[in-house]
């Protein structure tokens, strides 16, 4: 047989080097099936030759060739939509040529007589004959069918696969990588699927630290989705590699599983009382997958990312796929910028003012008074942002900022939170600390901002700055980060997020996943315009597309880890800045609590700029393929809001499931006090601690008159958020935490994980430490277990 025209090869009669017939994916399986002896679930995969094949018979080559022409600027995200879409509509309004569909067939039947079914159910993988090149990673840019059964679904499946070469990321991608997108190819791996009772996922280097003594397997009760999704706290056993001690595990309550109905789709189910604190594998099947992933990086002779299933049948261990890990195997390449050196240097340390210290570091620079925000623009790469306080359309300043001094504020404000996320020293609240900051630093003079302490210097000072420029010369803040060890913990780490360009970079932190993505920041940064002014012009698409871009940026660099989106809660003042939004806008006296949030959604004046948020979701989730976007309501006052909103986004095509989860953030009163009601329509929560303090305690938290008075550590906060995490978790709901208090003190994380917390989430500069401060909690609190030391405190924060 000659093999490089073949429209169909066995995955034995595939090897590694066979890229450019079947893809990556394909010559993978194909390597494990044919080159060692890993238990790897049959199949074949469709050629090379046989996509091209079916571009030729059907004149699609020429025909996609035409429409590509169409695509002058790929920047463009309508013109890309559209012309993809018409690409894809090309392909599967084709018919497959006959000789084609028979080999699929034919192979189809040859594989359910190899496992013994007429019908098998298999999984059906893109598989990009590019995606394995180097500096040209297409994995992933295509899609994967599961559960699909018969030769028609499967030949249908397979054209599917092919239209999929031409969706809006991969078009995108190739495009950026200078690659000819008539030159790639596509490969479908047919492939038997396992009746998983147990799955999960493996690696054979610590993806925290990156420790490759040691091997890491996670895996849980039934499909291995609800592993890689974060819906379910996986079992972790950690290996040593050179003679597969067990060194330690870590056996999880698992209450839910992800199991495939005998009609081939999937559902959530719940683990029967007695299973779900068991271990999910035995000791002997944690050695058998070391000793599979050993061989594995041995033969590949690199890290490897592993999935693996043990079928219901016959309790058989079976790796599913495998592939290079991405981040520890590559060095990181990227290097600073370097800084431009202030005029003035000194050891003299002259104060000029003094403030709050919002987020930690230091910096010197030129300073950039702004007061006004028209001048915004004027701001420039490296300059020191001097103003009175920040907003939402400050960020693209912000973003460019060495440091930032404001006049106004508090821990809470917008400057505080933004500075944190961006990993920039900032210092707030400098009128009632010293004097204003705007009118006391000289526009354009060199500064040295010390945000640790809180203080503003004149000129450059010298033995500030140097260390920070020693540190970055040995290798910069996240190399230190992330080389010290970081424990597991049973209390999930999220971290909060807004900037999407940021995702990448902090994306690599030992988080669990974003339990807060402020969506107001791809307002300000890439939208700038009004939602309702963009529909009354014509151009509602340009909120769905550049929406669904920030998400997918974020969503693809956190994945497989979930992705919380919490939807616009702008305040009217704030969408007044954006542009033709003067006459959507009321004039508010207290924007705070006034049209935000859920009161907004299904508000006949708004209701059409809230549907195209859904379809920016939806786009994410089915066009993009990013099942991990899940979304979160703000500032629901009443329980019939929540149910309207629940329906509107059903009616949008999101609907909440398994793999879809509603949050609503708890940051009112009645929130708390009506859980039980709002549990029916939520999947969890996540407290907003600044709203929450400001109306359980009365208190405006951008009034730094009061400011004093703030404090979400007072006892009636605490007895909310205790009342909180009880009534969730009677009706089985979960509860997380994104407002700024675990973020700056560590006693209250600690209150949080004694009062039984499912996740808590910080800014990025938090989550080690965050870490490691809650698994020195749970030590004690398991020590305290075993000592028959109960919770001492319960009185106290109990209504």
């Avoid at 394995?132 to 990673?137: G, K, V």
């Avoid at 290097?335 to 000194?346: F, I, L, R, S």
């Avoid at 490691?772 to 028959?788: C, F, H, P, W, Y």
Wanted: proline share 5%.
């Amino acid at each position: 047989m000659d093999r490089d025209k073949a429209f169909v090869l066995w995955f034995d009669e595939l090897r590694r080097e066979d890229v450019a017939l079947v893809g990556g994916k394909s010559s993978s399986l194909g390597e494990l099936t044919s080159q060692t002896s890993v238990p790897v679930p049959y199949g074949f995969a469709t050629t090379a030759e046989g996509y091209r094949h079916f571009m030729r018979e059907t004149g699609l080559d020429e025909k996609i060739k035409e429409l590509l022409q169409g695509l002058t600027d790929v920047e463009d995200p309508i013109q890309l939509r559209s012309v993809t879409a018409a690409v894809r509509e090309a392909i599967c309004a084709a018919d497959m040529p006959a000789d084609l569909a028979e080999a699929i067939r034919a192979s189809y039947a040859e594989l359910g007589k190899k496992v013994g079914e007429d019908n098998p159910f298999v999984a059906v993988r893109s598989s990009a004959t590019a995606e394995d090149l180097p500096d040209a990673s297409f994995a992933g840019q295509q899609d994967t069918y599961l559960n699909v059964q018969g030769a028609d679904m499967v030949i249908q499946k397979v054209k599917e696969c092919y239209a999929s070469t031409f969706t809006d990321r991969a078009t995108y991608y190739r495009t950026k990588k200078g690659f000819d997108h008539l030159s790639v190819a596509l490969s479908a791996a047919v492939q038997m699927m396992v009746f998983s009772k147990a799955a999960g996922v493996m690696f054979t280097v610590d993806l925290v630290t990156g420790d490759d003594s040691t091997i890491t397997i996670e895996g849980a009760w039934g499909l291995g989705e609800y592993v890689v999704q974060g819906t379910v706290t996986p079992d972790n056993f950690r290996v040593k590699k050179d003679d597969l001690t067990i060194l330690d595990k870590m056996i999880n309550t698992k209450p839910v599983k992800l199991v495939r109905k005998p009609g081939g789709d999937c559902e959530e189910q719940l683990v029967p009382e007695e299973e779900q604190k068991m271990q999910v594998i035995t000791d002997e099947q944690v050695k058998e997958l070391a000793t599979y992933a050993k061989a594995i990086e041995q033969h590949y002779g690199c890290y490897m990312d592993m999935e693996w299933g043990v079928d219901e049948r016959d309790n058989k261990v079976w790796l599913l796929q495998a592939r290079p890990e991405t981040v520890w195997s590559k060095k990181n390449q990227e290097k600073g910028q370097a800084e431009a050196a202030p005029a003035a240097v000194t050891t003299d340390r002259k104060v000029i003012v003094k403030g709050l210290p919002a987020s930690p570091g230091s910096a010197a620079g030129k300073a950039h008074v702004i007061l006004d925000p028209s001048k915004i623009e004027e701001f420039k790469e490296g300059e020191i942002l001097v103003t009175t306080m920040t907003a939402p359309d400050w960020v693209p300043a912000m973003k460019k900022a060495r440091a930032i001094v404001t006049d106004a504020g508090g821990m809470t404000c917008h400057a505080s939170i933004v500075s944190r996320e961006l990993g920039i020293p900032c210092i707030v609240g400098t009128k009632s600390r010293s004097v204003e900051a705007t009118t006391t630093i000289p526009d354009g003079a060199d500064i040295t901002v010390d945000a640790t302490n809180g203080i503003v210097y004149e000129g450059t000072v010298a033995d500030i700055v140097k260390p920070k420029e020693e540190a970055a010369q040995a290798g910069g803040q996240a190399t230190v980060v992330m080389s010290e060890p970081v424990p597991i913990t049973g209390t999930k780490i999220y971290m909060n997020l807004g900037n999407p360009d940021l995702a990448e970079k902090h994306g690599k932190l030992p988080c669990d996943g974003i339990g807060l993505m402020r969506e107001e920041f791809i307002w300000t940064t890439f939208i700038h315009e009004h939602p309702l002014y963009l529909i009354e012009i014509g151009h509602p698409e340009r909120v769905v597309d550049q929406l669904a871009d920030g998400m997918r940026k974020v969503c693809q660099a956190l994945a497989p880890r979930p992705v919380t989106l919490r939807l616009s809660d702008f305040k009217s003042s704030e969408y007044r800045n954006l542009k033709g939004g003067d006459k959507y806008e009321p004039q508010e006296s207290s924007a705070l609590l006034g049209w935000r949030g859920a009161s907004r959604y299904y508000d006949p004046k708004y209701v059409a700029a809230f549907r195209l948020e859904l379809q920016a979701v939806r786009k994410v989730r089915e066009e993009y393929g990013f099942k991990n976007l899940n979304v979160m309501v703000p500032f629901c006052r009443r329980v019939d809001e929540m149910e309207k909103i629940v329906g509107l986004m059903a009616e949008e095509g999101l609907h909440r499931g398994p793999d879809f989860k509603v949050w609503l953030m708890a940051e009112i009163p009645s929130n708390i006090i009506l859980a039980d009601q709002f549990n029916k329509f939520v999947d969890g929560y996540s407290i907003g601690s600044n709203d929450l303090t400001m109306l359980v305690m009365g208190c405006d938290r951008d009034n730094e008159t009061v400011a004093p008075l703030f404090d979400e550590r007072n006892l009636a906060v605490k007895r909310a958020i205790r009342h909180l995490i009880e009534v969730a978790h009677r009706d089985g709901k979960t509860v997380s935490i994104c407002g700024q208090a675990p973020s700056v003190y560590p006693d209250f994380t600690e209150f949080l994980v004694k009062s039984g917390i499912d996740s808590i989430s910080v800014n990025p500069d938090a989550v080690v430490s965050t870490r490691k401060n809650v698994a020195q909690i749970e030590q004690r609190m398991l020590m305290d277990s075993l000592t028959g030391k109960g919770r001492a405190d319960t009185e106290d924060y109990t209504w």
